[in-house]
C-alpha cells in the first residue's frame, strides 16, 4: 500500500511541479487519504441509513400491530405505542380499537409531560 501511495506522489509532483500545499486547500499529497476518508464516510452512511430504515414498522397485519401497541402500552412505552398505533391507523383507518389506544398513547405522554414540568418546579 505504501508503495502505491509513492507512486501517486511521484506522478502529483510530476503535474504539479510548481504548486505548493498554500494554494490548494488540500495539498496533493492528502488526496489518497481524502479518498480513503470518504469511502469511510459512504460506508458509515450506508449503515446508518439502513439502521434506520430497519427500525421502521413492516407489520401490514392490523390485529398484530394493535396487539403490539396494547402490549407497549402496557409496559408503559407510550411512544412505541403510539408509532404502531399510527401505523395500524394508516393501514387501516377505520379500526376503532386502534384509534381508542391512539387517544389513551396521547393522553399518556401528555400527562407524563405535565407531571415532569410539575416536578420541575418542586424540585
Not at 8 to 28: G, R
Request: glycine content about 0%; aromatic content about 14%.
Amino acid at each position: 500500500m505504501i508503495k502505491f501511495e509513492n507512486r501517486i506522489n511521484k506522478i502529483i509532483d510530476s503535474l504539479y511541479p510548481e504548486y505548493s500545499s498554500e494554494v490548494f486547500l488540500y495539498s496533493p499529497r492528502q488526496i489518497p487519504n481524502l479518498i480513503k476518508m470518504t469511502k469511510k464516510l459512504v460506508l458509515l452512511f450506508f449503515l446508518v441509513s439502513t439502521l434506520a430504515s430497519s427500525q421502521q414498522i413492516t407489520e401490514t397485519n392490523t390485529d398484530s400491530i394493535y396487539f403490539k401497541a396494547l402490549d407497549f402500552y402496557k409496559t408503559q412505552q407510550f411512544e412505541k405505542s403510539l408509532n404502531y398505533t399510527n401505523r395500524g391507523l394508516d393501514l387501516a383507518p377505520a379500526y376503532h380499537d386502534i384509534r381508542i389506544l391512539r387517544v389513551r398513547n396521547s393522553w399518556a405522554l401528555e400527562m407524563n409531560l405535565t407531571l415532569q414540568m410539575i416536578l420541575n418546579i418542586f424540585w
